[in-house]
């Protein structure tokens, strides 16, 4: 699913053999939690959550890494249903805060997590979040 994830948005995506020996790898440790929706034994969404360390207050940041729902099952509930069970995880594993980084453009995703309570302007501020990445040599 996360290959089809990737090659949906017209992601640069490594093999979906690479992908699952990293998703094996990932799933081994503690700080990681994944949700599998299903129907009827099939998959029909996924969402993976991180869990790091925080310095501005006790218990872990869970950061959402990737939400994905079959395309022709969309608006149906099944991504609200893995994000409140992602919440639910990440708060009984002492996580207060939930960070997802969305494409600008990507205004449907931002709609759905606007809907749930995300914000990208913090109370108090009129001034957006962003997120920069960078290489790291």
Request: charged share 30%.
């Amino acid at each position: 699913m996360l290959w089809d994830f990737n090659t949906e948005f017209e992601t640069e995506t490594d093999d979906a053999d690479v992908l699952a020996e990293r998703f094996a790898r990932l799933l081994a440790l503690p700080e990681i939690v994944a949700v599998l929706a299903e129907d009827g034994g099939d998959p029909v969404g996924f969402a993976l959550v991180s869990l790091r360390p925080a310095i501005w207050f006790d218990g872990p940041v869970a950061q959402l890494e990737e939400l994905y729902v079959v395309p022709s099952l969309r608006s149906g509930g099944i991504g609200s249903q893995v994000l409140d069970l992602c919440r639910r995880l990440a708060r009984e594993l002492g996580s207060p805060e939930m960070h997802i980084n969305v494409d600008e453009v990507d205004v449907d995703t931002r709609r759905f997590y606007e809907r749930h309570g995300f914000v990208n302007i913090e109370d108090g501020v009129d001034y957006r979040m962003l997120c920069y990445i960078g290489p790291t040599d």
